[in-house]
């Protein structure tokens, strides 16, 4: 998002992937490294980056299952306010070569294609976006 004052002051990521769910193929609409300025924060411009994020994920790939994001557990309640929700389950990464169990942030997601799932095993088959 850009301010007239400012230039450029929020960026919200978007990505697609496959990856799996338990053990059914799914496809991913990712959420990351959603920023905004500190002097542009609390004027809307991550919400408007989120929604934005979101129509491209439904209007450009109509076969997202859903959507994720992981996020520091002090954001929760922020992006509950958008229709995100925990995801309660196993977020499994590769890591130097090897499948772990991601532990760093919490996991959120948010229904696109379908319901998204708050349990059970999410495997984005390869290394975090």
């Known amino acids: 998002m850009v301010d007239d004052r400012l230039g450029l002051v929020s960026y919200v990521g978007a990505v697609v992937r496959n990856a ?7 496809r991913l609409g990712g959420i990351g490294a959603v ?13 408007a980056g989120l929604t934005k994020a979101m129509e491209f994920f439904g209007a450009t790939y109509p076969a997202i299952d859903f959507a994720l994001l992981v996020c520091n557990q002090s954001l929760l309640d922020y992006y509950a306010r958008f229709g995100w929700r925990e995801f309660r389950g196993e977020l499994l990464t590769t890591q130097k070569g090897k499948t772990e169990v991601f532990t760093f942030n919490k996991v959120m997601v948010a229904n696109i294609g379908g319901l998204a799932p708050t349990t ?7 290394s975090p976006w």
């Open 20 to 26: 799996r769910h338990n053990t059914m193929p799914i």
């Open 35 to 47: 920023k905004t300025h500190p002097d542009a924060r609390g004027q809307g411009f991550a919400a």
């Open 120 to 126: 059970g095993s999410i495997d984005l088959n390869g």
